[in-house]
């Protein structure tokens, strides 16, 4: 009895594989490309036929796509990080206030905001806001008007005016977190005005670094009793009662009526540095 053989491609006058009928065809296998070096990476299979990053500098088809790609974002981010520590190093004891932008002048909100601005500024601490309209225009006349330092971060929206014409020292930001890193960074603690969305968010970041001890004496008074007095009562009611928080955390926040009042308690919660604030925190 005889034994069929496997039928074994031979080569044709070109050098490829070819069968000789009776068994199916063996793809020849692709040799793979050597890696590639790209400073830390190593780069395999179709990441290697990445172009070079010289040949991606020098190349001037699309010369503008490179500011949309991650990498370059990761330098506008540092860039500014970079900005907002050598702008403020130096600003001394600072507050930062926050409040709606929609706060209209001759409001009692925007009074309050006014005379926040004032009381800070008379007892030699600057003032920090988002640099917006409204409440924080307030903030930020009211720390021109007693002669004090007047600082506005502002951020890149679609549907605010740039920074209010009582801000002295004015950084704009394209990236939240950056703005918010400065917030925290260079102020001893917070005077949160009646507000939306924008506010809730910067109010309830705060608790979280004060509760997680992300910051110390760092202490949160929200002024406007009627306003926040809802929001105090719901954090009681569900969220306390639900055990999503613990009572305790409700010492986080003071409510007051009075903006002279808000100003003191800040102010007598807080260590005063005795000179500049850029490096007051631990790292």
Known sequence: MSTSQPQVPSPDANGKAVSNGSAASVPAVAAEPPAKHKGPLELRRKQAAMPMSDQRLLDTRGADHFIHTDPWRVLRIQSEFVEGFGALAELGPAVSVFGSARTKPGTGYYDMGVQVGRHLAEAGVAVITGGGPGSMEA??????????????????LPFEQGLNRWVDLGINFRYFFARKTMFVKYAQGFIVLPGGLGTLDELFEAMVLVQTRKVTSFPIVLLGVDFWSPMIEWIKGTLVAEGMVSAKDLDLIQLVDDPADAVHRVLHGIPRPPSTNGDQRPE
Do not use: D, F, H, Y
């Open 139 to 156: 903030a930020n006349r009211g720390a021109v008007e007693g002669n004090g330092v007047s600082v506005g971060l502002g951020i890149e």
